[in-house]
């Protein structure tokens, strides 16, 4: 069964540093994308980072690039998200995904259906 279990989080200031983790058991995530979406109360859910198959290319909104940085490690199946500068409006639930395809070519035309197994969401609070 591929469970996929999340880390990190928490409350900080604006200005401040977390770190988010994401693992993947029960399938090795070697050949499929992963991202990072968050839901803030009241909005919908969005992506703000995917990242492909080798960690060759990696994608960011708008709202988020230049302070968040994704990585992954194959060997031991885990995601990774790294957010400096953190806002208010960065508060929300957080959520780690895998996809059940290897790349994505445009950061546009990703979509929650392209991911297939969903992390349970970590709370992230900044505090201005």
């Known amino acids: 069964q591929v469970q996929v279990m999340q880390s990190g989080g928490g409350l900080v200031r604006a200005g401040g540093s977390l770190r988010l983790s994401c693992t993947v058991s029960?399938?090795?995530?070697?050949?499929?994308?992963m991202g990072w979406f968050r839901q803030a109360p009241e909005k919908e859910r969005e992506g703000i980072s995917y990242i492909n198959w080798n960690g060759a290319e990696k994608y960011y909104a708008d709202s988020v690039k230049g302070r968040f940085t994704v990585s992954r490690d194959n060997r031991k199946n885990t995601l990774t998200l790294e957010m400096n500068s953190l806002k208010p409006e960065d508060t929300a639930t957080y959520y780690c995904a895998l996809s059940w395809q290897s790349k994505f070519s445009k950061f546009e035309t990703v979509t929650a259906a392209d991911f297939g197994r969903w992390g349970q969401g970590t709370q992230v609070n900044v505090s201005s």
């Open positions: 029960g399938l090795s995530i070697e050949n499929f994308a």
